[in-house]
């Protein structure tokens, strides 16, 4: 009788085909290449997904800087470009805001590529144009604050020389004092308000003080009016009272006017002939006097 374990070893061949282990050897194979080309395209697929959300992230960034810096551009900037030259302390303010002003935003293009190193140089780009967008909008913040300081600046001395000059010609002493406490706040509409009310109160005295010297001289002239028509009555009446005395009236008395009448002088009283005289002679002393006969000369 034979071993048992010498049959099974003679069995074994023959209970497996030789074409058999081949097949497995190649079914493994196989199995092997598909389960090595579904790892590849998962990787290739996730590290492409990847890409994806990596350069939408880098346009939504880019997006909110340059909405950033366009809100600046159209507000602040251009409300600060609309200031003068001669409205600032320092004009070279206005020129390097105008310069500021004249950067060329960059051309935004997205996320177009469809390969990961595509969609990779894409959102480099676009993190790159964020960075211009930031940097821009610090420099244009800058030039538009130092604008409105330099005009600030500029109010203020404005307001401080108008302080000085309405010393002394103000009608009301309070606006003054307010725009000094104006120009300490550094409050432009407040300085604008109280400079307002400075400038009325200096033409309200200009203006009360014309009316004034109006007033004076009016009066003055009515003065010498009155006394250059006193003056001429005065010196008629006394004439017409010193021709009243002369021609003779109220002799004796007084003229009316305070003053004596005018008394004419005595007739010259005729010489006495002398006693025991001679007619002749007594005729020649007569004649020629006052009541002689001019029958007798």
């Not at 959300?53 to 880098?58: H, S």
């Not at 409105?148 to 600046?153: F, I, R, Y």
């Given at each position: 009788?034979?071993?048992?374990?010498?049959?099974?070893?003679a069995e074994?061949?023959?209970?497996k085909?030789?074409?058999l282990v081949?097949?497995?050897?190649?079914?493994t194979?196989?199995?092997?290449v598909?389960?090595?080309?579904?790892?590849?395209?998962?990787?290739?697929?996730?590290?492409l997904?990847?890409?994806k959300?990596?350069?939408?992230?880098?346009a939504d960034?880019?997006?909110?800087?340059?909405?950033?810096?366009?809100a600046?551009?159209?507000?602040k900037?251009?409300d600060?470009?609309?200031?003068a030259a001669?409205?600032?302390?320092?004009?070279?303010?206005?020129d390097?805001?105008?310069?500021a002003?004249k950067?060329?935003?960059?051309?935004?293009?997205?996320?177009?590529?469809?390969?990961?190193?595509?969609?990779?140089?894409a959102?480099?780009?676009?993190d790159?144009?964020?960075?211009?967008?930031?940097?821009?909008?610090?420099?244009?913040?800058?030039?538009?604050?130092?604008v409105?300081?330099?005009?600030?600046?500029k109010?203020?001395?404005?307001?401080s020389?108008?302080?000085?000059?309405?010393?002394?010609?103000?009608?009301?002493?309070k606006t003054?004092?307010?725009?000094?406490?104006?120009?300490?706040a550094?409050?432009a509409?407040?300085?604008?308000k109280?400079?307002?009310?400075?400038?009325?109160?200096?033409?309200?005295?200009?203006?009360?003080d014309?009316?004034?010297?109006?007033q004076?001289e009016?009066?003055?002239?009515?003065?010498?009016?009155?006394?250059?028509?006193?003056?001429?009555?005065?010196g008629?009446?006394g004439?017409?009272?010193?021709?009243?005395?002369y021609t003779?009236?109220?002799?004796g008395?007084?003229?009316?006017g305070g003053?004596?009448?005018?008394t004419?002088?005595?007739a010259?009283?005729p010489?006495?002939?002398p006693?025991?005289?001679?007619?002749?002679?007594?005729t020649?002393?007569?004649?020629?006097?006052?009541?002689?006969?001019p029958?007798?000369?």
């Open positions: 009788m034979e071993p048992s374990g010498a049959a099974s070893a074994t061949p023959a209970s085909p030789k074409w081949p097949a497995i050897a190649a079914s194979v196989v199995v092997l598909g389960g090595g080309f579904a790892g590849w395209h998962a990787y290739t697929t996730h590290e997904d990847a890409a959300t990596a350069c939408a992230e880098a960034t880019l997006r909110g800087k340059a909405n950033e810096y366009n600046l551009v159209s507000g900037a251009k600060a470009s609309g200031i001669n409205q600032v302390r320092d004009a070279k303010t206005v390097a805001l105008k310069t002003l950067a060329t935003a960059p051309e935004y293009e997205g996320c177009a590529a469809d390969s990961k190193d595509g969609l990779d140089a959102a480099a780009k676009l790159k144009q964020s960075k211009w967008y930031e940097s821009h909008e610090a420099a244009l913040t800058k030039a538009v604050k130092a409105e300081t330099s005009k600030l600046d109010t203020i001395d404005d307001a020389a108008l302080l000085k000059s309405s010393d002394g010609q103000v009608q009301d002493a003054r004092d307010a725009l000094s406490g104006a120009i300490k550094r409050d509409d407040a300085i604008a109280a400079s307002k009310t400075v400038n009325d109160s200096v033409a309200a005295k200009k203006k009360a014309e009316e004034a010297q109006a004076a009016a009066a003055a002239q009515a003065a010498a009016a009155q006394a250059a028509q006193s003056q001429a009555s005065g008629y009446t004439g017409y009272s010193g021709y009243t005395g003779g009236g109220n002799r008395g007084s003229n009316g003053q004596p009448a005018y004419p002088p005595a010259p009283q010489t006495p002939a006693s025991g005289g001679d007619d002749e002679y007594e020649i002393s007569w004649c020629g006097t006052l009541g002689s006969d029958a007798r000369c």
